[in-house]
Nanobody, 122 residues
Framework: VQLVESGGGSVQAGDSLRLSCVAT????????MGWFRQPPGKEREGIAC???????AYADSVKGRFTISKDNAKNTLYLQMNSLKPEDTAAYYC?????????????????WGQGTQVTVSS
């Protein structure tokens, strides 16, 4: 499995960004996928997860501002980020594993992308 993120960049507070993650090499079509972020000098944080049944989970820090979605035909996971804040500045990673779990815990994910940087200035 390979995961490739894109869509990061430098924006102003209040702006929006959409991150994408293309998954290739999937063995079968029952993965759950998530987005994580790691601010400089801090631990990795799970922020959104989506499973094959459509169930989602969000961290409180992004609930109401970020939306996770996927396009099965394109094997692509998205993270729509609205009302961005400086504290959203981080490297953002997508992750995947198989099963019907919904989790924000990084230990539940076996496959990871290389990350894309999001920088939000005030």
């Amino acid at each position: 499995v390979q995961l490739v993120e894109s869509g990061g960049g430098s924006v102003q507070a209040g702006d929006s960004l959409r991150l994408s993650c293309v998954a290739t090499g999937l063995s079968y079509s029952w993965p759950y996928m998530g987005w994580f972020r790691q601010p400089p000098g801090k631990e990795r944080e799970g922020i959104a997860c989506l499973n094959s049944d459509g169930r989602t989970a969000y961290a409180d820090s992004v609930k109401g501002r970020f939306t996770i979605s996927k396009d099965n035909a394109k094997n692509t996971l998205y993270l729509q980020m609205n009302s961005l804040k400086p504290e959203d500045t981080a490297a953002y990673y997508c992750a995947l594993d198989y099963g019907d779990r919904v989790s924000l815990d990084y230990v539940h994910f076996s496959y990871w992308g290389q990350g894309t940087q999001v920088t939000v200035s005030s």
